[in-house]
């Protein structure tokens, strides 16, 4: 068995398209010797340092940044001090004889006075003392 192959000659087979001198060539062309047009232009026109001051012109000198720690741990609100005391209480105590049984501890005379998280108006029952006891009173001043 015997296989024919068609022969074609140089004239049968498709031909490139030809390029006139205004179309360009789909080939990749290889870049030689950069040309540092724009660059030129730039360098050219730039301004000059004609003035002393611009020539011997030093950057900026900003004073460094302190070495200071990025968190400081507070104890409490500055400025605020606080004292504490072990007074006697009764039920019967009002916000006057609670002031004196503080100053005469050693603190200062509270402005008002809290117990069990209630501020005190009449006496120590109202806030829910039932029983004479021993209290550690901590009083803060400025």
């Not at 140089?10 to 789909?26: D, E, I, K, M, T």
């Not at 072990?86 to 049984?101: A, F, H, M, N, R």
Request: net charge positive; charged share 25%.
């Amino acid at each position: 068995m015997r296989s024919t192959v068609a022969r074609t000659s140089r004239a049968q087979l498709p031909r490139p398209p030809r390029l006139n001198s205004h179309s360009r060539a789909v080939t990749c062309a290889v870049a030689h010797h950069v040309q540092k047009k724009a660059t030129k232009k730039h360098a050219h026109n730039r301004p000059r340092k004609s003035r002393p001051s611009d020539r011997f012109r030093t950057p900026p000198s900003y004073p460094s940044l302190p070495d200071i720690p990025w968190m400081t741990k507070l104890d409490g609100p500055s400025g605020i001090s606080s004292t504490t005391v072990s007074i006697d209480v009764s039920p019967e105590d009002t916000l006057k004889t609670l002031q004196g049984k503080v100053v005469a501890a050693g603190a200062a005379s509270p402005e008002e006075v809290n117990f069990n998280g209630k501020a005190l108006t009449g006496t120590l029952a109202d806030c829910g003392l039932a029983e004479a006891t021993s209290v550690e009173a901590t009083v803060q001043s400025k």
